[in-house]
């Protein structure tokens, strides 16, 4: 009784040990576990005058995440949308959305299907994880099985991350890119990480 009870608290080790990344993937830097660091590498498919990210924050200094060269004397006179893309919370700075300026007007872009229109083809591997990032997978820079990729001509494929609380768990899923048309295949590789509790 007792072997059997050692070999139970083995093998979720074991199992979680097992998740193996193909040598032909590379970690993907700890920079770009940041969404805020992503919009700048964005190549917007559409020629804007210009174009920026914003959180929703009152403050107009403090709301600016990225700004492509905005000129001088353009502002925005619309109100921000009460919605956004990566909804985290609510209140302020709890989602971000995006402002172009196409033809001298306005346009905004407040949904992740809408992220994703931005996008259009996916040109690195910052886009790729923003494309990756609307369908809920995040960069886990501290485990390979959460952070990796590999750039071929037609998608980019990159090991990433989906997390649940109570017990604590971290899944990895194998997320297909293509290029041209932004569209993802994801299939789960399994749990490599697990709490002990439930806090």
């Not at 959305?97 to 299907?113: D, V």
Request: charged letters at 20%.
């Amino acid at each position: 009784m007792r072997i059997v009870s050692i070999i139970a608290c083995l093998l979720p080790g074991l199992f979680l040990s097992q998740l193996a990344v193909p040598s032909d993937f590379k970690k993907i830097p700890e920079i770009l576990d940041s969404t805020e660091l992503l919009y700048p590498f964005i190549v917007p498919d559409k020629k804007y005058e210009y174009w920026s990210v914003f959180h929703n924050n009152p403050d107009p200094d403090k709301a600016i995440i990225y700004e492509s060269q905005a000129p001088e004397y353009m502002t925005i006179n619309d109100p921000a949308p009460e919605k956004g893309f990566f909804q985290k919370c609510l209140g302020e700075n709890c989602f971000s959305y995006l402002i172009a300026c196409e033809n001298s007007q306005s346009k905004y872009f407040s949904t992740e299907q809408q992220l994703r229109n931005f996008i259009g083809t996916v040109d690195n591997l910052p886009e790729a994880i923003l494309v990756a990032q609307t369908y809920g997978f995040t960069v886990d820079s501290l485990n390979i099985s959460g952070g990796a990729y590999k750039i071929e001509d037609h998608y980019i494929t990159v090991y990433l991350s989906k997390s649940k609380n109570c017990p604590f768990t971290k899944e990895s899923f194998l997320v297909k890119i293509n290029r041209k048309t932004g569209k993802i295949d994801s299939k789960s590789k399994g749990i490599y990480f697990k709490s002990s509790d439930c806090q």
